[in-house]
């Protein structure tokens, strides 16, 4: 991946990754160069689980389930080494889906991980041979450029062009920050969990079911009863059938119920020493990036700064801990919130919901370079400089083009009287216009 955010992003693989005599050598791509660092050499525990989860990672990568399809091919899935586990994700073309597979330091056979993110090349010729990986034969995975990438493979370099990221960086960024409020709703036996996709597959429509924990089962109804969990479009999750029959439990998490007509959910396959996350936007046609879950707090002043000093702090730490971070940095909890929403936003904090924390993702892209490229905040930074807010009698008034907008606070809680807070109401991220109010009220406190 390139280190700044360029027009088009590049990508050079030393060699394609390969499978042979059950040698799969993945082959990474390292930014400003072509030699590769190896993440990781070794044999796996559990061969099928590891192939399964790479194939739904490369079919999560080309999905776009949208009615008219974009002619961009996804990007590659990438690889994080934290020093204990490896992390492999994904998100669809369409950006309404992501997925993760984690293997644990137990299903790595105790092999030295190694730190750092970057892309994985799971190329056509890859992907034909991980669909005849069995369960009995050893397994030996290589993440990286060594010597069994070298011997087995012929050398060629690869190299993919496709567009910025921003868009994809946005949804990871959205992804992390709609997981964080997620909770454990039900948890059932993966046999069982074959019926429930069946059914949730098979519904095509547009309206969203929601899954109610009943006994041992559940139930399916079309409201947002307290505790349930929203299935949209529940025909994505088809990708997760090949997974089912080598899980030992699939866990569904959600968000608490808003009254929203659809919501975020999560679903984790446990395979013991592995697992694979998945979570579905609330449709087919609002992707992760379209959301703006961290808008607020990228509005802060010190967001940005503190970014870097953050990165620099959690450069050696794994997983990420929102109160272990305030307490090391001497910040307030809302500080350290915004600090790590820029961090998202530049791709460089995930959050597990199974091990409910935020883990690490050293992406080469600079906080306030891709911060500056979503298109709320880069409008409402406008309208604050060119004098479009200003207070009234009324609330806050915000002008943009020809028409104004009245922005009402009480407390923390903002809301506006465009079309856009009118239909969403705040579900989707604050509006340009809440954007530019916050903005405003901080410079206006800090020039106080």
Request: net charge neutral; with cysteine; charged share 20%.
């Amino acid at each position: 991946m390139s280190a700044t955010a360029s027009a088009v992003d590049t990508r050079i693989y030393r060699q394609p990754s390969g499978l042979a005599d059950g040698n799969l050598a993945l082959a990474t791509s390292a930014p400003d160069r072509v030699d590769e660092q190896t993440f990781f050499a070794g044999f796996v525990r559990t061969p099928r689980v590891v192939a399964g989860g790479l194939l739904a990672l490369a079919d999560i990568a080309g999905a776009d389930f949208r009615p008219v399809r974009s002619s961009t091919a996804g990007r590659d899935p990438v690889v994080t080494g934290d020093g204990e586990r490896l992390r492999f994700e994904a998100l669809s073309t369409c950006g309404g889906l992501y997925g993760r597979l984690d293997l644990a330091a137990a299903e790595l056979d105790g092999a030295t991980v190694g730190r750092g993110t970057t892309n994985v090349d799971i190329n056509p010729e890859l992907y034909e041979a991980l669909t005849r990986v069995g369960g009995e034969d050893p397994l030996r995975l290589s993440v990286g450029e060594d010597e069994l990438a070298v011997s087995t493979l012929d050398g060629k370099v690869v190299e993919k062009r496709v567009p910025l990221p921003a868009r994809w960086l946005r949804g990871l960024a959205e992804v992390a920050a709609h997981a964080l409020p997620m909770d454990p709703r039900l948890e059932i036996r993966a046999g069982r969990a074959v019926a429930l996709l069946a059914e949730m597959s098979a519904r095509t429509g547009r309206q969203a079911r929601w899954l109610v924990p009943a006994g041992s089962g559940w139930r399916s109804t079309t409201r947002p009863l307290s505790g349930a969990v929203c299935v949209a479009d529940g025909f994505r999750l088809s990708v997760l059938r090949p997974l089912l029959p080598l899980a030992r439990t699939v866990t569904l998490y959600a968000p608490p119920v808003s009254g929203a007509p659809a919501e975020v959910s999560g679903w984790v396959l446990d395979f013991g020493t592995a697992r694979f996350t998945l979570l579905l936007s609330t449709a087919v046609r609002q992707g992760f990036a379209g959301d703006g879950q961290l808008l607020a707090d990228l509005g802060s002043g010190s967001a940005v700064a503190d970014a870097d000093a953050l990165d620099a702090l959690l450069a050696v730490d794994p997983v990420i801990d929102r109160a272990s971070v305030a307490a090391r940095t001497g910040w307030d909890a809302g500080r350290a919130t915004s600090a790590l929403a820029a961090l998202a936003t530049a791709g460089q904090v995930g959050y597990d919901v199974a091990e409910a924390s935020s883990f690490h993702r050293p992406l080469p892209y600079r906080a306030d370079l891709v911060a500056a490229l979503h298109p709320r905040l880069a409008a409402a930074r406008l309208l604050t400089t060119t004098g479009g807010v200003v207070v009234s009698a009324a609330g806050i008034e915000v002008t943009s083009g020809e028409s104004t907008y009245l922005v009402h606070r009480r407390g923390e809680e903002y809301a506006c009287t465009c079309a856009w807070w009118v239909e969403h109401q705040g579900r989707r991220g604050p509006c340009k216009h809440v954007v530019a109010a916050m903005i405003f009220g901080q410079t206006g406190e800090q020039r106080g």
